[in-house]
């Protein structure tokens, strides 16, 4: 047996010699199993069982395209399954039983919940953060191919700290016609955002951090921001370290997005910067993001979502569905279901690319049904 398998072994490991001009193309299965990657992921045993995720349909457009991500992870026989809450923005509080399917499930999918303005009623994406501890905001705002955009090589994430800041709700009347609103910033949570931005950028290649302050003028709070970007990062030698401020920031971004890789801000000025660099790269519509903290995760549309009650996109069900299925597939990556994740990110870029199927914010007049059928259609 070794003597017959000695030849087929140098066969194998000898270099194989290139096809002469006159040679015959090689046959397209062969083609195709050549390129074929061999290993995208090992997996421990249990690990393709069907995961449960909790979901929130939401207000306005949400249930629309919640129920596009919903047909496609069928379509791709993905190993979750859903736990569907009706959750409405206008809600005193975010329900118990959705706090424990997620405290459960550690991972949700959300639509866009409206939040009111004014009136006392306070919001239930805030709720959600806090309640679940879910300090890290990310929005990966770059370029897609064949959606033109005013500025190239944008690939830009933003991680902003998403407890504190000028979100902590701490807000009274002092006397009639004066109002007091506290921004909390704490050491503690300036360092963990730190520390979250500076591994997301080694693990994920990213070659530099910029950390976006007001510490000229608000000195102590941003200070102490500033401060705790300024010890992380010399534990990380191998990734540059600058400082901007959020107002030259905004101009630099409408000016130069691509000179930015990851920026870590506190959290009103990362909503800011989310938003506009989404609108650089090519709107809300198409920008996925997520909420991640110690034990759970919740994925969104990465922008805010201001079309969230647009009466006529919900009535005519025209809803961009690409921003919440590419933040489906970062779920998915973070369920550890990598391959799955590659064809529905390969699948809507695809879509995009050829430019056929676009809803009105893209420059098409596509519904959300069609943009998720042509999804469905570019699946391997």
């Known amino acids: 047996m070794a003597r017959r398998s000695a030849p087929i072994l140098?066969?194998?490991?000898?270099p194989t010699p290139s096809p002469s001009p006159s040679s015959s193309p090689p046959h397209p299965l062969a083609a195709a199993a050549v390129s074929r990657r061999t290993v995208t992921y090992m997996p421990r045993p249990g690990d393709g069982a069907p995961r449960a995720v909790t979901l929130i349909p939401g207000d306005g457009i949400g249930p629309l395209v919640t129920g596009a991500v919903r047909q496609v992870m069928e379509a791709m026989h993905a190993p979750v399954y859903f736990e569907s809450y009706e959750v409405r923005g206008d809600m005193p509080t975010v329900p118990p039983e959705v706090i424990d399917s997620i405290r459960r499930n550690k991972v949700c999918?959300?639509?866009?919940l409206a939040t009111p303005v004014g009136g006392g009623v306070s919001s239930l994406n805030v709720q959600l953060r806090k309640e679940l501890d879910l300090y890290a905001s990310l929005v990966?705002?770059?370029?897609?191919?064949?959606?033109?955009?005013?500025?190239?090589?944008?690939?830009?994430?933003?991680?902003?700290?998403?407890?504190?800041?000028?979100y902590s709700g701490l807000e009274?009347?002092?006397?009639?016609?004066?109002?007091?609103?506290?921004?909390v910033i704490t050491k503690f949570c300036s360092e963990r955002i730190a520390k979250y931005a500076f591994e997301y950028a080694y693990l994920n290649n990213r070659k530099k951090v910029t950390a976006v302050h007001k510490a000229n003028i608000m000195k102590l709070a941003d200070?102490?921001?500033?401060?705790?970007?300024?010890?992380?990062?010399?534990?990380?030698?191998?990734?540059?370290y600058n400082e901007?401020?959020?107002?030259?920031?905004?101009?630099?971004?409408?000016?130069?997005?691509?000179?930015f890789d990851v920026m870590v801000t506190?959290?009103?000025?990362?909503?800011?910067?989310?938003?506009?660099?989404?609108?650089?790269?090519?709107?809300?519509g198409v920008m996925p993001g997520g909420n991640v903290g110690q034990d759970h995760a919740v994925f969104e549309q990465g922008a805010s979502a201001g079309n969230v009650g647009n009466v006529k996109v919900v009535e005519q069900k025209k809803a961009n569905p690409v921003?919440?299925?590419?933040?489906?597939a970062m779920m998915l990556r973070h369920l550890q279901f990598p391959s799955f994740a590659d064809r529905l990110e390969t699948a809507v870029k695809r879509v995009i690319a050829e430019g056929k199927y676009r809803t009105k914010d893209l420059g098409g007049s596509s519904t959300t049904q069609e943009v998720t059928d042509a999804v469905i259609a570019h699946l391997d």
């Not at 999918?109 to 866009?112: D, P």
């Not at 009274?172 to 921004?183: A, I, N, Q, R, T």
């Not at 901007?244 to 101009?251: A, E, H, L, P, R």
């Not at 506190?266 to 809300?284: D, E, F, K």
């Open 266 to 284: 506190p959290n009103l000025y990362g909503n800011l910067v989310a938003n506009t660099a989404a609108g650089i790269a090519g709107g809300t």
């Open 172 to 183: 009274h009347e002092v006397v009639p016609g004066v109002v007091e609103s506290l921004k």
């Open 109 to 112: 999918l959300k639509g866009g």
């Open 10 to 14: 140098r066969r194998l490991l000898s």
């Open 323 to 328: 921003a919440l299925l590419l933040s489906s």
């Open 223 to 240: 200070g102490l921001f500033l401060e705790s970007c300024r010890e992380v990062a010399t534990k990380y030698p191998g990734i540059q």
């Open 140 to 166: 990966n705002c770059f370029n897609l191919p064949g959606l033109p955009t005013r500025h190239d090589n944008v690939d830009i994430v933003v991680i902003r700290e998403n407890t504190e800041g000028e």
């Open 244 to 259: 901007i401020i959020v107002d030259n920031c905004c101009m630099q971004l409408v000016a130069k997005p691509e000179q």
